[in-house]
């Protein structure tokens, strides 16, 4: 079946630092790739998305490229501020399975510390 | 705007107690989820509806029950039957990829 996994948090960054959250997938066909992002006791919100291979989405700094040969979607940024800090979810929609259902990753807490 | 409304933010229930979380969207989306949050579990699905009047278990339906009479309105209850309720509930609606999640009910059993 289908799964991501993503690097365990938490992760504890000091601001203006590099960001690296892991993620890589498991599933047939070619996935659409997602990362969210939750802040505190809110839902979540779609931060970027890459839907073929070598695709780069990127949103508010914030990037990821789809590697189809590594089977991965690792979220980067140059350099974290304190209003960053969040739970980061990676996440994958496999067309033809007759729904668009998400399936996620456990979550990865960052906080960024001033 | 369009949106989609999860009510309470907060709730209390009794142990054996059943308890509803309401969800409500206006983006005219056919299909709505509800999920399951707990901490370092990421999102676990309960149940899921495509279209008004038929919805599918997913992952973790035991103790969960849904309804989907109106293309609006997708609440969830759950039952006693539930053997561990307490968690962060999170529903959502989608076209096709796009999803909008709402913003969450904190269910406490006391």
């Known amino acids: 079946g289908n799964s991501v996994t993503q690097m365990e948090g938490p992760v504890t960054l000091s601001e203006e630092a590099f960001l690296t959250i892991n993620c890589t997938y498991t599933?047939?066909?070619?996935?659409?790739l997602f990362w969210y992002v939750q802040y505190p006791g809110e839902g979540l919100q779609l931060l970027l998305k890459a839907t073929k291979a070598d695709d780069k989405g990127s949103n508010k700094g914030f990037e990821a490229t789809y590697r189809k040969e590594t089977t991965s979607f690792h979220l980067e940024k140059g350099s974290v501020q304190v209003s960053d800090s969040a739970v980061y979810f990676c996440a994958l929609i496999r067309p033809g399975a007759g729904s668009y259902q998400l399936t996620f990753g456990k979550g990865t807490k960052l906080s960024v510390i001033p | 705007d369009g949106g989609i409304t999860q009510s309470p933010k907060y709730l209390f229930r009794k142990e054996g107690q059943n308890v509803t979380l309401s969800c409500e969207q206006n983006?005219?989306?056919?299909?709505m989820y509800w999920y399951r949050q707990d901490p370092g579990q990421g999102l676990r699905l309960i149940y899921y509806s495509q279209i008004v009047n038929d919805f599918q278990k997913g992952d973790i339906a035991e103790g969960y029950s849904v309804s989907r009479e109106k293309k609006e309105s997708f609440p969830l209850t759950v039952t006693s039957a539930q053997k561990n309720p307490t968690a962060f509930y999170l529903c959502a609606s989608s076209i096709a990829e796009s999803y909008t999640f709402g913003s969450g009910t904190r269910l406490t059993v006391v």
């Open positions: 599933a047939t066909g070619y996935p659409s």
């Open positions: 983006l005219n989306h056919d299909a």
